[in-house]
């Protein structure tokens, strides 16, 4: 059991794609997460950082509004609102067919798995109005540059990011001895919903060694950490708890709160050894099986123990080790890979969404991914996607699957292949004989083509 | 207090379930399912905020007609209940079910969410079922953890139903899930040939039987000779249904049809109360969905099993007490449950009225909840399935306290 390229790139990648060949070696997996990402440029998704710009503009227009009630320019304010969220909401469709051929094309597929593993990680999403369309922005800038540095800075720049300060209520926690909370009285208070996903979801893991006080100190650490729409991440000293936090035995903070205790807190925790036991597992969980090797996940806990949560290292240790690459009971595809895996494996046209009404990428796409189980960026919480194989292994999850595979790919490509050959460009060494035979028995491409992307061989990765 | 003893037996059953489905790839769900008891529950997410105020309007109550003033009146009469309450008139076709007592109303209750008026807070209170969001949210649903101590569960005892998330079903408790909109049409050839693909992976193979079972109880058909073009406007129309009247009429039927046979338990939700503007002409499109699905229920349970339903529709918060500049609501808290089933002692509206002055209302805007909406749901569980009132007040509804009992059952 070593390194195999079919399976890496199946694995590992995005699947097999009929243009872009597998990676030589491990090492080739490793140097593609320092090329420069070229596949980012050709299909580009806003950064956060624009997208700010239109939550600014927002904000200009619902003070017109509120400010002018019944003149005129109040009802242009409210017309231009409603522009502006419908563009976002076509711009948010748009960037889902980006992140579709990015994984198309791209020759640095690696990346592309490791930004959504960590975007789930760190799963954020905007509640309500204009930030609901947040979420591909969010991965593009403070996601996929931290893909392969340190832990602690990926941690740093996915909690202390606007998107999470509002997903998870911080920007309405209150210190209950700060400023604010004088001013406002009962209505101010504390706040434990970040603190808790820190510690929970995001560093030790839910059986870490953190009592409810370690939550509640570090809730109170975390005060004064909001947002707004100028700078993005704001601290706002009159929220913060004064006064020094213990957090796991360790003192942070004093009289002058400020992001620096923040950042401090959150570099102790990613260097934690129960983070290195829980991010070694969910790792080997996400990227293998559902039950890893046992002696794969404690060098993945060694790796990142001994070099203190260098990304780079871990995903070294991961490909070299050969519990990564027993062939059998590898993990189901999650509804998006198996939908971008197809897409890679038809080679879809570069141009494929071009033009595209939102509505029929809605009835194409997002709406079976939703039927698939996973509603595009809208989790159902901060726990993100499930990664047990029986959580989309469902009687409609399945379905969905099945009639997407059929119904679909002749709808986006001018011509499907021949059946016979799709076996082998989809599957490779992997196209068993009963899927061959299914492909040759099929009345119709289209029908050929969608059983052999619905065969288990094509779904476990 | 958990029930030791039963938590074991309800563990053991389900993983002796998970064994036996994947090691008999041909079983059909039908056959795994047991359920002891005979009374079914449908419990209804009505998301977005229902104006509980002009469904059940309180035209007894002095102030009622001076908050809600329209500029030129309804060309339909509401349906007079008690001489104090009247329903809104969309919901005359459910005038024969109020007459037979199979249709009632609580009123002037919530959830304990207060003040922020957020759907998604309000919502994730409301299935989550907890008494507030500060200590981050529970990742299991209230109905969900009544289960796990429902005796004899399989997975075919609860449904649900629709493609939102139904996180008020969602926990360790297996729960199976299906919406009408994910539908199979393949040739009969194609259909051969997936179960023959499928055969290689037991776990594809006894999920796909599921599909197929499940694909087929849904009203049309799986197997369907057509070209693509047709199989694209199927995909269409099954999409387009989750936008109009038909989905939820559809899982009603749906429902129904599991309820019929092992299912004792199904949640759906029904969209689109959100009314900030023009009420008098977006809230009479809900009425009629959630009309649709109660007719739809009572006439495909047929009689013996409708007189063991009992059916709960429920929002996450009620909405201001007067109306808008835009003859709309906004976010509000207190509101209404709407019941509905042969089992429920209906015929009545069930509440505490708090009155409509802008001292009885709640920060002088909404109608004031007299009373947690947890207490009425835990009232209709320990009605239906015996459940004692220590593990809803602990384990079901953490934080809630039950009060008297409100009878809303025969």
């Known amino acids: 059991m070593k390194f195999d390229p079919v399976l890496a790139d199946i694995r590992f990648g995005c699947g097999l794609s009929p243009r872009v060949g597998p990676p030589g070696a491990s090492q080739a997996i490793l140097d593609s997460l320092d090329a420069p990402d070229r596949v980012a440029r050709t299909f580009p998704i806003e950064p956060f950082e624009t997208f700010l710009i239109r939550m600014q503009e927002r904000q200009r227009l619902s003070k017109i509004r509120r400010a002018q009630r019944g003149t005129p320019e109040a009802e242009a304010a409210r017309k231009a609102i409603k522009v502006l969220n419908k563009t976002a909401r076509i711009d948010q469709a748009t960037w889902m067919g980006q992140h579709i051929l990015r994984r198309t094309w791209t020759d640095a597929p690696f990346r592309e798995r490791l930004t959504f593993f960590w975007g789930d990680h760190f799963t954020a999403a905007g509640k309500a109005g204009l930030i609901r369309r947040a979420t591909s922005p969010y991965f593009e800038s403070a996601i996929r540059p931290n893909i392969a540095g340190r832990f602690e800075d990926l941690l740093i720049a996915a909690v202390t990011h606007p998107l999470m300060v509002h997903y998870l209520d911080q920007d309405s926690s209150i210190g209950p001895s700060s400023e604010m909370a004088a001013k406002r009285g009962k209505a101010a208070g504390l706040n434990e919903n970040l603190a808790r996903e820190v510690l929970e979801l995001h560093t030790l893991g839910a059986d870490g060694p953190y009592t409810q006080a370690d939550v509640r100190q570090l809730a109170e650490l975390l005060t004064g950490l909001t947002l707004n729409f100028q700078t993005g991440t704001h601290f706002r000293k009159p929220f913060a708890e004064p006064g020094a936090e213990t957090v796991l035995g360790k003192s942070y903070g004093g009289d002058n709160p400020n992001l620096g205790d923040i950042r401090a807190v959150l570099r102790d925790l990613a260097r934690h050894p129960s983070t290195a036991r829980h991010l070694a597992r969910k790792l080997a969980v996400h990227f293998v099986s559902d039950s890893p090797d046992p002696d794969l996940v404690a060098a993945l806990e060694r790796s990142y123990r001994d070099t203190g949560g260098d990304l780079k290292a871990l995903y070294a240790t991961l490909l070299d080790h050969p519990g990564a690459w027993r062939p059998e009971g590898g993990n189901v595809k999650q509804p998006f890979d198996f939908i971008a895996s197809a897409c890679r494996a038809l080679a879809l046209p570069r141009t494929a969404f071009d033009g595209m009404k939102e509505n029929r990428f809605r009835t194409l796409v997002i709406r079976p991914l939703g039927l698939m189980g996973h509603i595009w960026e809208k989790p159902d919480g901060p726990d993100g996607l499930d990664e047990a194989d029986t959580a989309w292994v469902t009687p409609q999850g399945l379905a969905a699957r099945l009639q997407w595979a059929v119904t679909v790919p002749q709808l986006l490509l001018p011509d499907l292949p021949d059946p016979r050959d799709f076996a082998q460009t989809a599957l490779g060494p992997r196209a068993s004989p009963p899927v061959r035979f299914a492909a040759e028995a099929a009345e119709s491409r289209w029908e050929g083509i969608g059983l052999i992307l619905a065969s288990p061989a094509f779904q476990r990765m | ?410």
């Open chain 2, 1 to 410: 207090m958990t029930d030791p003893l039963s938590r074991r037996a309800f563990l053991g059953r389900s993983a002796l379930i998970g064994c036996s489905l994947a090691a008999s790839p041909l079983l059909t769900p039908v056959t795994f399912a047991s359920a002891p008891g005979d009374n079914r529950l449908v419990v209804i997410v009505l998301r977005g905020g229902m104006d509980g105020l002009d469904v059940v309007r309180p035209l007894g109550d002095p102030n009622y007609a001076a908050l809600r003033a329209m500029a030129e009146p309804e060309a339909d009469p509401p349906v007079d209940l008690d001489g104090f309450f009247a329903m809104h008139p969309k919901l005359r076709v459910l005038e024969p079910l109020w007459k037979d007592g199979d249709l009632g109303f609580v009123h002037a209750v919530s959830t304990p969410y207060r003040d922020k008026r957020s759907h998604f807070d309000g919502q994730d209170v409301l299935e989550a079922g907890i008494t507030d969001l500060s200590q981050g949210l529970t990742r299991d649903g209230w109905l969900n953890r009544m289960l796990q101590h429902y005796p004899g569960a399989g997975t075919e005892t609860a449904f649900a139903l629709g493609r939102d998330p139904m996180t008020v079903m969602t926990g360790d408790a297996p729960v199976s899930r299906w919406t009408p909109e994910a539908d199979l049409a393949l040739s009969p050839q194609a259909l051969r040939l997936a179960e023959v693909v499928m055969a290689e992976d037991p776990l594809f193979a006894s999920t796909f039987a599921q599909s197929v079972a499940l694909a087929g109880g849904d009203g049309d058909p799986v197997e369907f000779t057509g070209g693509a073009d047709e199989m694209m406007s199927m995909m269409q129309a099954d999409q387009r249904a989750s936008r109009g009247v038909a989905l939820e009429t559809r899982i009603a039927s749906f429902a129904a049809q599991r309820l019929r046979a092992d299912t004792r338990i199904a949640a759906f939700s029904i969209n689109g109360w959100d009314t900030h503007e023009r009420q008098d002409r977006s809230l009479p499109r809900a009425l009629g969905r959630l009309a649709e699905v109660i007719l739809t229920l009572k006439s495909e349970l047929r009689g013996p099993v409708w007189k063991k339903t009992a059916i709960v529709a429920m929002t996450e918060f009620g909405r201001t007490a007067r109306l808008n500049g835009t003859t709309g609501t906004d976010h509000g808290t207190g509101g209404a449950m709407v019941l509905a089933g042969g089992a429920i002692r209906g015929g009545r509206v069930v509440a505490d009225w708090p009155g409509l002055a802008e001292a009885d209302l709640y920060d002088r805007r909404d109608l004031m909840p007299t009373r947690d909406l947890r207490a009425h749901t835990g009232w209709l569980l320990r009605g239906l399935y015996g459940l004692n009132r220590d593990l809803i007040e602990t384990t079901v509804f953490p934080g809630a306290e039950l009060g008297d009992d409100p009878g809303l059952l025969l």
